[in-house]
């Protein structure tokens, strides 16, 4: 999807601590924007090293990065980073708003994108099982494929390949009060179907 020029690539360790090496061939890339996925500890690092650099090039990446559980340890240098999901706390749609504020009654505490997806998982199921039984495999499949519940993501289907038909939205980092969280900016795929779907032979 993306059309534009690569500045350059570079590839980490896992486990990698230190990234001024990486950090100082982005700076001297002539890039317009950084986009990267470490897992865990991983990003967080990086993003500490990256805000401490001077580096004053945008950085982004996905969602799952720039988790609710994340924020916390990245702290202010998350600040600002736009990052893509198929699911943030401020959708508003009815189903969502009820998870949000569940969740945030039972943990006091912002829900995660995990758990967002666990929510869905577990209605879906749900779902299925108020339709048939486990005992007769295809029923249950076919209840599974027609997802008849209502998702926090919103509009929400299953593909020809058993992936999700779902909108994917730009988030940026902020901070409401004390609270580092993610809002929605912008909407950038609508009923979006995975790239391979039509090479899937199921």
């Known amino acids: 999807y993306y059309k534009g020029e690569l500045a350059g690539e570079a590839y980490t360790q896992i486990g990698q601590a230190d990234y001024a090496a ?3 061939q982005i700076r001297d890339s002539g890039a317009d924007s950084v986009f990267f996925f470490l ?5 967080i690092s ?5 805000a401490q650099s001077g580096v004053n090039i945008p950085v982004m990446g996905p969602g799952f990065s720039f988790d609710q559980d994340i924020l916390p340890a990245v702290g202010d240098a998350a600040l600002g980073v736009k990052n893509s999901a198929s699911w943030s706390r401020d959708l508003d749609n009815e189903a969502n708003k009820q998870f949000v504020e569940a969740f945030k ?3 006091n505490r912002l829900p995660s994108i995990y758990a967002a997806q666990s929510w869905d998982t577990a ?3 749900l779902s299925a099982l108020s339709k048939a039984s486990v005992k007769d495999k295809d029923a249950f499949r076919a209840a599974l494929k027609a997802a008849d519940f209502k998702s926090v993501r919103g509009e929400f289907t ?3 390949n058993n992936h999700p038909v779902q909108n994917i939205y730009v988030r940026e980092v902020v901070k409401e ?3 580092l969280t993610n809002k929605i900016i912008a909407t950038a795929f609508e009923h979006h179907k995975d790239a391979y779907a039509d090479q899937c032979k199921m």
Do not use: R
């Open 46 to 50: 990086f993003m500490k090293q990256y």
């Open 123 to 125: 209605n879906l199921i």
């Open 105 to 107: 009654a039972e943990y």
């Open 177 to 179: 009060g004390d609270v």
């Open 39 to 43: 897992p865990g500890g991983m990003g």
């Open 22 to 24: 990486e950090i100082a």
């Open 158 to 160: 299953f593909n020809t």
